[in-house]
């Protein structure tokens, strides 16, 4: 069936809520605030909710309207995964560091499916599993490896599924058997979103929009000066929450995370409602799913069961119909049986890598930062953003492994990633070369 153009909604399936996304004040920005954040995502909130009831005043600035960047954009997906797989970590910084972070992953999953328990936030959330596809037999035996010595080792539990029992999980010949985690759940983003907000709100955080920080600033005294379009502020506490959409030299404030944090495209489509039956159809163990390819595939039934979202990395700045076939195209070449499916949405935003693949909390003159959970801040974001704003305070002794000095900075990049095509090629020849040889 040919794509009805008219019919795409190039904006997030996420957005058709009823909940609101936005704090509805007209107060003025105040010239003091004992805490300011900068950026009003699952990081700010996150940080400023540890704040505020903490007794401390807290103020978020957002350039755009709040969840506006990765926080409602993403697939919804709960898994914390780490981008290095345990033995590559464990070869890099040591087997403790590469437990302590698979621990600390288990972790956050756990405290964001209570949190929302707790909190009474309706995201959705469903602890469904996730199946991670094999490319090829010889990637199936490593993820075998790896599930032996997650499980065994650090008790997560997860197991094989051969390619002959992979159809009780996916409809679909496109892998080589795979890998299960049971503790890995998947939410809606936006309700999960505006959920947060009105617990912030509860807990007094002011949110000011469409109010860009441009600068800041040693107060001669004590403190920072944050400079924004709309007027100067005060504060103590100063955090910077971009991640990525830190944005360009326009900026300057956000020079030193911009030298470390490189903004990645991802893109995203949802199908028409194919109704629950045939999603169920196709995928028997309704989870979330993903692969092993280094251009790596992710999708989902949507939290209603009605439809599948898929999403890739690397796509236009606008989502375009060249971004909706491309990603069509991808689904077909896992179910077939979709080969007739319409797609009635399509968006993209950005993901924020370092240079070591994992993400970061760190204080650099003065100010904190968290940043660069690899496509995986769902968990991670939220996470981060509390232990920060508990480790400042000085309310935990049990600080996060990603606590430490500031990931190294990118040589002769500036924050324009123009070095990503190669990239992509490079990784692309790899997922070929992989199929080819070992499929
Ligand atoms: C398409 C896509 C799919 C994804 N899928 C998944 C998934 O399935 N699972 C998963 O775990 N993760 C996923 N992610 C990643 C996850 O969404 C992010 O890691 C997470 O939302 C990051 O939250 P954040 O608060 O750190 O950043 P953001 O939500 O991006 O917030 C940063 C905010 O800072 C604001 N800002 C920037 N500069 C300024 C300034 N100068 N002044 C004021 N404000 C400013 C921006 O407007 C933005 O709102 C996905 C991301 C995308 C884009």
Redesign the pocket.
């Known amino acids: 069936m040919p794509l009805d153009p008219l019919r795409i909604a190039y904006r997030p399936y996420w957005w058709d809520i009823d909940e609101p996304l936005r704090q509805i004040h007209d107060d003025p920005m105040p010239g003091a605030s004992d805490v300011v954040i900068?950026?009003?995502?699952?990081?700010?909130?996150a940080a400023a909710l540890v704040f505020a009831r903490a007794g401390k005043s807290v103020t978020i600035?957002?350039?755009?309207t709040?969840?506006?960047?990765?926080?409602t954009?993403?697939?919804?997906?709960?898994?914390?995964?780490i981008r290095p797989s345990h033995g590559e970590l464990e070869k890099q910084w040591g087997r403790d560091f590469a437990d302590e972070l698979y621990k600390e992953a288990s972790a956050a999953r756990i405290d964001l499916a209570d949190f929302c328990e707790t909190e009474g936030i309706d995201a959705m959330f469903k602890l469904t599993g996730w199946f991670k596809g094999a490319m090829s037999g010889k990637h199936y035996d490593y993820l075998s490896r790896e599930a032996d010595l997650l499980q065994s080792r650090l008790g997560i539990p997860c197991r094989m599924v051969s390619q002959a029992d992979q159809h009780d999980e996916i409809v679909s010949d496109r892998f080589y058997g795979g890998m299960v985690e049971d503790d890995i759940g998947g939410f809606h983003?936006s309700k999960f979103f505006a959920g947060f907000l009105r617990i912030i709100t509860e807990a007094g955080v002011k949110v000011f929009e469409k109010?860009?920080?441009?600068d800041i600033q040693d107060h001669p005294t004590a403190g920072k000066m944050v400079i924004?379009d709309k007027g100067s502020i005060h504060a103590d506490i100063v955090v910077v929450?971009?991640?990525?959409?830190?944005?360009g030299a326009e900026?300057k404030?956000?020079r030193f995370l911009r030298q470390r944090t490189v903004p990645i495209r991802?893109?995203?489509i949802v199908t028409d409602d194919l109704g629950v039956e045939r999603v169920k159809a196709l995928m028997p163990a309704m989870r979330m799913y993903g692969n092993t390819a280094k251009l790596t595939t992710?999708f989902r039934p949507t939290p209603d069961g009605r439809r599948i979202l898929l999403?890739a990395r690397g796509a236009e700045k606008e989502p375009s119909i060249k971004t909706v076939n491309f990603l069509r195209n991808r689904l077909i070449s896992i179910l077939p049986q979709l080969a007739d499916v319409h797609i009635d949405y399509c968006?993209?935003?950005?993901?924020?890598f370092n240079r070591q693949l994992i993400p970061r909390i760190f204080t650099h003159d003065g100010i904190h930062y968290?940043?660069a959970?690899a496509?995986?801040?769902?968990?991670?974001?939220r996470w981060c953003?509390k232990k920060l704003a508990e480790q400042v305070l000085g309310q935990t002794n049990a600080p996060s492994v990603l606590t430490g000095s500031a990931p190294a900075s990118l040589p002769f990049y500036n924050g324009q990633p123009w070095f990503l095509p190669m990239v992509y090629t490079w990784y692309g020849l790899q997922d070929h070369i992989n199929e080819w040889r070992h499929g």
């Not at 900068?38 to 909130?45: A, D, F, I, L, R």
């Not at 954009?73 to 995964?81: K, L, M, P, Q, V």
């Not at 109010?211 to 441009?214: I, S």
């Not at 929450?241 to 944005?247: C, H, I, L, P, Q």
């Open positions: 900068v950026g009003g995502g699952y990081t700010g909130m600035i957002e350039k755009s709040p969840g506006y960047g990765a926080s954009r993403n697939g919804g997906i709960n898994s914390a995964s983003a109010t860009a920080v441009e924004t929450a971009t991640n990525g959409y830190t944005g900026h404030f956000s991802s893109s995203i992710y999403g968006w993209t935003g950005n993901v924020a968290s940043a959970y496509g995986s801040g769902t968990v991670w974001a953003g």
